[in-house]
């Protein structure tokens, strides 16, 4: 909200809330770009340290879509040695996450 020199509401700008920006963080990434390797695994590194950092009442929020992330992987990756690696956390994407 923008508001004049007497307080008053002149400029309401709507935004996301917490959910909608999550989403957008998630849900969009991989939809669009979701199908090399790296792009499967960084976004899980984030849901952690998000579900570390952020108040309880947003943890069912970060745990919802670190399962919606697990879908994809499943279908996305036939070899089991690849999709242990897709299901793994990578911060920068290049290998080296987590240990199979």
Known sequence: MRADGHGEARLVLRGCDFGGYLQLAVCEIMSYGGSPLQIRRRP???LQNLLDALPSRQRLLLQAQSTLLQEPVER????????????????????????L
Do not use: K, W
């Open 44 to 46: 899980r590194v984030m």
């Open 76 to 99: 996305a990756f036939t070899v089991p040695g690849r999709r242990a690696i897709a299901r793994g956390a990578d911060l920068q994407g290049v290998g080296g996450g987590s240990p």
